[in-house]
């Protein structure tokens, strides 16, 4: 059963930084490109950043590039996101998702969210 | 970016009959449009993807239609459980969803 596991939100300062992971089981990791997606309390869903299964490649939305990072480590089944220089807009659920096994593809299995509460 | 726009933003039905859903984009994705569910408190759930395929799992009474800029969500006969908000979401260029469709029993 293909699971993904977020963990590591919490309520941040604003201009404080955080990390958050996603365990993956369940299938192969190093196959899949694999994806962060955000929703602000009460609103739509927005793609966040993308990994290519092998990690060489990453891409951001334009609202997150230059201060979120994403990156993996498939020998421990692990999708990371770091956010630097967090702002009251970044406050959401962030859920990992699995996209396919190239870049063009929809995100079939998501994890349960975690949530990111940037406030002073 | 694509702009993808969803109709209506709410559809009253009630529970056995078809509910129609709608999502244009603003320019074309070719067939690289999903349909997700999401229920209160929940993660989105994949149901279409490629237009017109059902994911895993889905019931055949979730139908997908449309390429280019013109997509259509169409469930058969509602059942309780298929009250919930549906987005569209375009893979074609970067990543975009729409605004959402909540669907409520009428």
């Known amino acids: 059963e293909v699971q993904l596991v977020e963990s590591g939100g919490v309520l941040v300062q604003p201009g404080g930084s955080l990390r958050l992971s996603c365990a993956a089981s369940g299938f192969t990791l190093s196959s899949y490109w694999m994806h962060w997606v955000r929703q602000a309390p009460g609103k739509g869903l927005v793609w966040v950043s993308r990994?290519?299964?092998?990690?060489?490649?990453?891409d951001y939305a334009d609202s997150v590039r230059g201060r979120f990072t994403i990156s993996r480590d498939n020998a421990k089944n692990t999708l990371n996101l770091q956010m630097n220089s967090l702002r009251a807009e970044d406050t959401a659920v962030y859920y990992c998702?699995?996209?396919?096994?190239?870049?063009?593809?929809?995100?079939?299995?998501w994890g349960q969210g975690t949530l990111v509460t940037v406030s002073s | 970016e694509i702009v993808m726009t969803q109709s209506p933003a709410t559809l009253s039905v009630s529970p056995g009959e078809r509910a129609t859903l709608s999502c244009r984009a603003s320019q074309s994705v070719n067939s690289n449009l999903a349909w997700y569910q999401q229920k209160p408190g929940q993660a989105p759930r994949l149901l279409i993807y490629g237009a017109s395929t059902r994911a895993t799992g889905i019931p055949a009474r979730f139908s997908g239609s449309g390429s280019g800029t013109e997509f259509t969500l169409t469930i058969s006969s509602l059942q309780s459980e298929d009250f919930a908000v549906y987005y569209c979401q375009q893979y074609n260029n970067w990543y975009t969803f729409g605004q959402g469709t909540k669907l409520e029993i009428k």
């Open positions: 998702s699995r996209g396919g096994g190239y870049s063009i593809s929809s995100l079939d299995y």
């Open positions: 990994i290519n299964s092998g990690g060489s490649s990453t």
